[in-house]
C-alpha cells in the first residue's frame, strides 16, 4: 500500500485527490491540522477516527498540528445543532484541554505534534480587523451550510456570532499555514471555508480530508458526549468491551474499519463471515477485544473478553463490583440515585417501570418498593453494586 491508498483508507471524501498526490511527492514534512474546540474532556471512539488517521500521517514524517479553539469554543460551533451551542468560559477550556493532552498521546506520537490554540491570532484582532476578515466572505455563502439553511427554514434563531465561527475557523489554515485539514462529514463546509480563506490571502489552498462520522451506542446518531452515546478511550476494559459489544450488528464493519488496524483484507475476511451463518455476535467480541487491546493492553483485553462471556452467556455476578452499605431501609428510587446509577428520581422510576431493576435476580418494577436487605443490585445488562446491611 502506497502513501495515497494508506491516507484515502477509510475517508469519506478527499478534496482533492490529485492535489493529495501531488502534496504527499512533495518530499518535505507536511502541516495537517486538526481543529479541537475543547467542549468536553474525554476522548471517544469517535473523536479518535481522525486522530488515528494524524497518526498515520505522522508516521509518514508528516506533522499534526492540533488546533485548540480557546478562542472559537466562545463562540460555539453550530455544526449539527439545532440550536446555539453554550459558550465555553476560560477555565473549562483549560481544565479540559489539560485531561485531552494526557489521552492524545495514547494515540499520536508527541515528537511530531504541535499545540496551537487559536486565541494567539484570533484574540489580538481589533473591530477593524474583523470586519475586514468577514468582508472576505459573502453572507449567501455562509447560509449554505446545511445547519444555518435548516434553521433559517424552521424560523429557528441564528446568532450573528454563530455566523463568524467558520469564518475564524477557516483563518486558522491561514495562520498556521495549513497543506491537509482534517474533519468530520459535518465539518466539510467549515474545511472548504479554509480553502476559500486561504485563496484570499494569496496562499495555497488547503487539501481537504473529509472523514466519515461513528455512529455511537444508540446507533443512529453520531458518537457524541453531548448525546451520551460514546465509548470513551478511558473507559476500564470490562465497561469498553461491554459497551462495544451493545453496538448495533450494521456497525460491526465500520467499527472495523475506523477503529482498528486491520488490513483490508482481514476486513473483507470478517465481511464474508457476517454473511455466512456466524453469530455476528462472536465477531462482535473479537472486535471489542481489539479495541481493548489497542488502548489498554492484551492482558486486559483478554481477561475482559472472559468476564463478559461468564456474566452474560452465563449470567453470572462479576467478580470485581463495587458495595453500598445500607444504613437503613431506604426508597429503591433514592438508592438507585445514591450509587450512581440513575442520575434523577425521573431516570430511577423510569429504569424501574420498564423492568431493568433487580434484586438477587427479582426484578423490582414497584416504584415504592423500600430495600432493607443485603444482595446484588442489578440494573440493565452491565451495571452491579453489592448491598450490605
Known sequence: MNDFELIKRGTADIITEEKLKEKLGEGRPLRVKLGIDATGPDIHLGFAVPLRKLRQFQELGHIAILVIGDFTAKIGDPSGQSKTRPVLTDEEIESNMERYKEDIFKILLPERTEFRYNSEWSAPLSSTDVIRLAQKVTLARIIERDDFEKRLKENTPISLHELLYPIFQAYDSVFINADIELGGTDQTFNLLMGRELQREFEKTPQICIIMP???GL????????????YISIKDPPGEMFGKIMSISDSLIVKYYELCTDLSLVEIEKIKEKLASDVNPRDIKAELAKEIVEMY??????????????????????????????LEEKIWIVRLLQNVGFAATGSDARRLITQGAVELDGEVIKDVNYEVNRSGVLKVGKRRFIKLVK
Do not use: C, Q, W
Not at 221 to 229: A, G, I, L, T, V
Open 296 to 325: 489498554h493492553s492484551e492482558k486486559a483485553a483478554v481477561e475482559a473478553k472472559e468476564e463478559f462471556g461468564r456474566v452474560f452467556r452465563e449470567k453470572e455476578i462479576p467478580e470485581d463490583i463495587g458495595s453500598y452499605t
Open 218 to 229: 444508540d446507533g443512529v446518531r453520531k458518537m457524541s458526549k453531548s448525546y451520551n452515546n
Open 213 to 215: 462520522l461513528l455512529e
